[in-house]
């Protein structure tokens, strides 16, 4: 069997049967095996990303499937440092409530839930399926650490709330923050559109002053060189400020 046939039965096992992977695996088990496994499943999620991406976008996709590979590979070292602070954040709060195993034991049930990534980026259905991510997670913990699905739970979803919660408070922030902005640049412009109306409630009567006393001597009056009938008692902005200067 090789290493894709081999990467694919132990997805295959971790989703279908998740309870039984995870009692019979070893907490003794390296970094190596998983990280290897979590970089496939980092990759599959991009490409999978890429292709229902290109679908929708039909020939305004841009790139190509070796882009995604390349950025895969420079996001990969990103990703791996972001997995290890993860498990560092959800290890203590195991220690908190009394979890038994190790940070190593920890990074497994992480690295291990990874097995549906690929599948949580297909549109529409991928929120569904990030809820059974979490629940396969929950099991990792619960074995790994030997303590209560609800403490198990609490690990795993506490931390994840937490960060929702900031980041929804930072976004929240950033948008007053920019309302607010545009609010003290707006207050501006009452005082302008004031000034305006004033401008245009006193200038067109001297203009009206001035185009009458032409009509009273000459019957007709010229503005660019162009004649106007007596009557013609019509002007807009740019007449307005050419006889005002």
Do not use: C
């Not at 979890?99 to 569904?128: D, E, H, Q, R, W």
């Not at 990030?130 to 629940?135: C, F, G, H, K, Q």
């Not at 198990?152 to 919660?165: C, E, G, N, Y």
């Not at 559109?193 to 006393?213: A, C, F, G, H, S």
Request: hydrophobic letters at 50%.
């Amino acid at each position: 069997m090789n290493l894709i046939q081999a990467h694919f039965m132990m997805m295959k096992q971790i989703i279908m049967s998740p309870k039984s992977f995870f009692d019979g695996l070893s907490t003794n088990e390296g970094y190596k095996k998983v990280l290897v496994f979590t970089i496939i499943n980092v990759v599959v999620a991009l490409i999978v990303s890429f292709i229902f991406s290109a679908l929708f976008a039909g020939n305004k996709a841009t790139g190509g499937l070796g882009m995604i590979i390349l950025g895969s590979v420079i996001m990969i070292p990103f990703i791996l440092v972001g997995f290890f602070i993860w498990t560092a954040i959800l290890h203590v709060v195991v220690k908190i409530l009394g979890g038994k195993g190790t940070y190593n034991g920890s990074f497994l049930a992480v690295g291990y839930s990874t097995a549906l990534m690929p599948f949580t980026v297909i549109p529409f259905i991928g929120m569904v399926i990030a809820l059974y991510y979490l629940y396969i997670e929950i099991v990792g913990f619960r074995k790994i650490h030997q303590f209560s699905t609800v403490k198990a739970a609490i690990t795993v979803i506490l931390p994840a709330a937490l960060i929702f919660v900031m980041l929804f408070a930072l976004i929240a922030v950033i948008g007053i923050a920019f309302l607010s902005a545009i609010g003290q640049g707006g207050l501006n412009n009452p005082n302008q559109l004031q000034n305006m109306q004033q401008y245009k409630q006193t200038v067109p009567q001297d203009v009206q002053e001035q185009m009458q006393q032409i009509q009273d001597s000459s019957g007709t009056y010229n503005y660019n060189d162009t004649t106007y009938p007596t009557g013609y008692n019509t002007y807009d902005d740019s007449m307005m400020q050419d006889a005002t200067q």
